[in-house]
């Protein structure tokens, strides 16, 4: 299978970790500059998805708080009432915060793509052994507030040229997840692998697959390589969002730079998790395909 290609597709951050009024645009890359109203930063992810040809409008997780989203998509003019569905990358609060107040703002039954897992009760545990916990969406919140919950657990046509991945199989040898992550399970605290981290593709006429990542717990090489594979589509244009390597050592940060090399993206543009070291690799090592993130940043193909 192949995924269908589709036009006119423009990319929103509408929350991340980093906000800059002055960060210079480029050709397809559109900033929040000076003369336009503040935007909120804070240490959670949200993208806008807009998808022209086929008329749908997609919204990838929903911030860490309820204060930045509502504001940032005021701001921004895009219209929560507008939006099609909602796709969470994962359970964790970072990216789920702000949907409840986001789906009261639609003001209609939105469906929300989400794999079963996002539901678990999650904790941290620290090197030091210190707790920090429990974080649980409930399902019933989210209904109440408007969402009608779309379970997924394999690739999930969104709309056409757009998938949500569903889990991701973990294949690098060197993307290991996140070592301080549990959920509890029949009263214990066990080891997480985060079965539900999802991401969004789209396969763009003339150009190939943007994949927006949400934390990319799978490992972002992983991600990639697995919407290759799910589209049918080899050639990669762009790579963007949270690739979660905020903690990483560099010999990890190296090899996954190598890899994206290898893939061949022509834009890069890491967010949230990446992690200000990471970060700062891809712009010396990848210094031609590398776009900063910040908030309000809109990509457009």
């Known amino acids: 299978m192949r995924l269908t290609e589709t036009t006119d597709v423009t990319i929103t951050t509408v929350v991340d970790n980093y906000s800059d009024l002055l960060v210079g645009a480029m050709p397809g890359v559109?900033?929040?500059?000076?003369?336009?109203?503040?935007?909120?930063?804070?240490?959670?992810?949200?993208?806008?998805?807009?998808?022209?040809?086929?008329?749908?409008?997609?919204?990838?997780?929903a911030g860490f708080t309820k204060v930045a989203l509502p504001h940032n998509l005021a701001q921004l003019g895009i219209d929560p009432t507008r939006v099609d569905q909602?796709?969470?990358?994962?359970?964790?609060?970072?990216?789920?915060?702000?949907?409840?107040e986001f789906l009261r703002m639609a003001g209609k039954r939105v469906p929300v793509v989400v794999h079963p897992d996002a539901f678990l009760e999650r904790w941290f545990i620290l090197p030091d052994g210190s707790k920090m916990g429990p974080w649980h969406e409930k399902q019933q919140?989210?209904?109440?507030?408007?969402?009608?919950?779309?379970?997924?657990?394999?690739?999930?046509?969104?709309?056409?040229?757009?998938?949500?991945?569903?889990?991701?199989?973990?294949?690098?040898?060197?993307?290991k997840g996140m070592a301080s992550a549990y959920y509890r399970q029949d009263g214990e605290l066990v080891q997480d692998p985060i079965n539900d981290d999802q991401s969004i593709v789209v396969n763009i006429e003339g150009k190939g697959l943007v994949v927006v990542?949400?934390?990319?717990?799978?490992?972002?090489?992983?991600?990639?390589?697995?919407?290759?594979?799910?589209?049918?589509?080899?050639?990669?244009?762009?790579?963007?969002?949270?690739?979660?390597?905020?903690?990483?050592?560099?010999?990890?940060?190296?090899?996954?730079?190598?890899?994206?090399?290898t893939i061949g993206p022509r834009l890069v543009m890491?967010?949230?998790?990446?992690?200000?070291?990471?970060?700062?690799?891809?712009?010396?090592?990848?210094?031609?395909?590398?776009?900063?993130?910040?908030?309000?940043?809109?990509?457009?193909?």
């Open 141 to 175: 919140e989210w209904e109440e507030a408007g969402a009608d919950i779309v379970y997924v657990e394999e690739p999930y046509e969104l709309a056409p040229g757009c998938l949500a991945t569903g889990p991701i199989p973990r294949r690098t040898d060197f993307e």
């Open 213 to 261: 990542a949400g934390c990319a717990h799978s490992g972002i090489v992983n991600t990639v390589r697995y919407a290759q594979e799910i589209s049918g589509v080899k050639k990669v244009w762009a790579v963007v969002g949270g690739f979660h390597l905020g903690d990483a050592t560099p010999e990890k940060v190296g090899r996954t730079i190598d890899e994206m090399k």
């Open 30 to 61: 559109e900033r929040h500059g000076p003369g336009k109203g503040p935007l909120l930063a804070e240490h959670g992810l949200s993208v806008h998805i807009r998808l022209g040809g086929e008329g749908k409008e997609i919204l990838l997780d």
């Open 86 to 100: 909602v796709v969470i990358s994962h359970g964790h609060r970072d990216h789920t915060a702000g949907l409840a």
């Open 270 to 301: 890491p967010a949230h998790c990446t992690g200000f070291a990471a970060t700062r690799r891809f712009s010396e090592d990848m210094s031609r395909e590398f776009v900063l993130n910040a908030v309000g940043t809109r990509l457009s193909f």
